[in-house]
């Protein structure tokens, strides 16, 4: 091989070396964008899910409540009734 030949294949090498290294640095720092960006959407989310778990558990302490009320009514209403009338036989 000519000393031309061996110089055309080392700048070759060398430019397909510097593109390559550029795109790898390039794909880097969009992945670590895109990585920031993922972790604030997962924080965002999960703010949202424990606020959520938050409201749901007043929601089911409220329904303990409102259930225990109701079962109070239906006794009062029953009280205010009276027992239920039987057909004497005599």
């Known amino acids: 091989m000519t000393p031309e ?7 070759i090498a060398v430019a397909a070396g510097g593109l390559f290294g550029g795109l790898s ?3 880097r720092g969009q992945m ?9 959407e997962a924080a965002r989310v999960d703010a949202r899910f424990d606020r959520v778990e938050a409201e749901l ?3 089911r302490a409220g329904l303990t409540d409102v259930r225990v ?5 239906k ?3 029953a ?4 027992p239920t009338p039987r057909l004497a036989l005599r």
């Open 5 to 11: 030949v061996i110089g055309v294949i080392v700048a």
């Open 69 to 73: 009320e109701l079962t109070e009514v």
């Open 57 to 59: 558990t007043d929601l």
């Open 25 to 27: 640095a390039l794909l």
């Open 79 to 82: 009280r205010l009734e009276g």
């Open 32 to 40: 670590s964008k895109i990585d920031a960006r993922f972790d604030k």
């Open 75 to 77: 006794v009062a209403i």
